[in-house]
């Protein structure tokens, strides 16, 4: 058994037993855990206001190889966030943003760069309300930590570089912009001119409705991230409730 100690984030707890919390964290050098802390419903002194949703802690747990449960020994509050929960709006935000890192990672996977967008998320949502395009700029720069980015600059068909009103077509099922030559025999949708460079710039200045940016856009990532990762969000629906 193992001594460790790192920087997380909580993205969810449930109580187990009488007295214990089951904790899921993403943390900056081993990346998401599932621990337990013995006590951490009701000790004051080792877990006082840390293990709560969206908090940023420094904490100390033991790992055995043998099991899959990390045991969550201390920890210190480095950045309290708790009071998000005071906010519907700010809640729906915080529950997405930690789900999307949760459903999208695997157990023991280090993404620096993932855990320091998501403590900034976390940090902006407290200080200001977020609008439908801040939701989708940090879900693009999620994908883009992951690895998972749609294709958004070449045909995903034939493999030629596109530029402005040729980024009008996109293939759910392919994963990507398609061409208007290669539209012709690829599944697709038709998207407003603008949209697609759009977001292939993560949500550069955009001349147009932005209702119709931000309702598409979230489309279009619903729509690729459902197909090709196989996951479905609880929190999208909350989301929808959240002014533009």
Same mark, same amino acid.
Request: glycine fraction near 8%; hydrophobic fraction near 35%.
């Given at each position: 058994?193992?001594?460790?100690? %790192?920087?997380?984030?909580?993205? /969810?707890? $449930?109580?187990?037993?009488?007295?214990?919390?089951?904790? $899921?964290?993403?943390?900056?050098?081993?990346?998401?855990?599932?621990?337990?802390?013995?006590?951490?419903?009701?000790?004051?002194?080792? !877990?006082?206001?840390?293990?709560?949703?969206?908090?940023?802690?420094?904490?100390?747990?033991?790992?055995?190889?043998?099991?899959?449960?990390?045991? #969550?020994?201390?920890?210190?509050?480095?950045?309290?966030?708790? %009071?998000?929960?005071?906010?519907?709006?700010?809640?729906?935000?915080?529950?997405?943003?930690?789900?999307?890192?949760?459903?999208?990672?695997?157990?023991?996977?280090?993404?620096?760069?993932?855990?320091?967008?998501? /403590? %900034?998320?976390?940090?902006?949502?407290?200080?200001?309300?977020?609008?439908?395009? %801040? #939701?989708?700029?940090?879900?693009?720069?999620?994908?883009?930590?992951?690895?998972?980015?749609?294709?958004?600059?070449?045909?995903?068909?034939?493999?030629?570089?596109?530029?402005? &009103?040729?980024?009008? !077509?996109?293939?759910?099922?392919?994963?990507?912009?398609?061409?208007?030559?290669?539209?012709?025999?690829?599944?697709?949708?038709?998207?407003?001119?603008?949209?697609?460079?759009?977001?292939?710039?993560?949500?550069?200045?955009?001349?147009?409705?932005?209702?119709?940016?931000?309702?598409?856009?979230?489309?279009?990532?619903?729509? !690729?991230?459902?197909?090709?990762?196989?996951?479905?969000?609880?929190?999208? &629906?909350?989301?929808?409730?959240?002014?533009?």
């Amino acid at each position: 058994m193992g001594l460790h100690k %790192d920087q997380a984030i909580v993205l /969810s707890t $449930r109580v187990f037993g009488e007295s214990d919390k089951i904790v $899921r964290i993403f943390t900056l050098d081993t990346g998401k855990l599932t621990g337990i802390a013995k006590g951490g419903k009701k000790s004051q002194k080792r !877990f006082m206001n840390t293990l709560e949703l969206f908090n940023v802690i420094n904490l100390e747990y033991f790992e055995k190889s043998s099991r899959s449960m990390v045991r #969550i020994d201390s920890a210190d509050l480095v950045e309290a966030n708790m %009071d998000i929960g005071s906010s519907y709006n700010k809640m729906c935000v915080a529950s997405f943003f930690a789900e999307f890192v949760d459903r999208l990672t695997k157990e023991k996977e280090r993404n620096n760069r993932l855990f320091h967008l998501l /403590s %900034d998320s976390l940090k902006r949502v407290k200080s200001v309300e977020f609008t439908r395009s %801040d #939701i989708l700029y940090y879900q693009l720069q999620t994908l883009d930590h992951l690895g998972f980015m749609p294709n958004f600059k070449t045909c995903v068909q034939c493999g030629r570089h596109l530029e402005g &009103r040729e980024l009008t !077509f996109f293939s759910t099922e392919r994963g990507g912009a398609v061409c208007p030559s290669c539209s012709r025999s690829v599944p697709h949708r038709t998207y407003p001119e603008g949209l697609i460079p759009r977001m292939a710039d993560r949500l550069a200045p955009f001349a147009g409705d932005m209702s119709l940016f931000e309702r598409h856009g979230r489309e279009i990532l619903e729509g !690729f991230i459902s197909f090709h990762l196989n996951v479905e969000f609880k929190s999208y &629906r909350f989301l929808r409730g959240i002014p533009g």
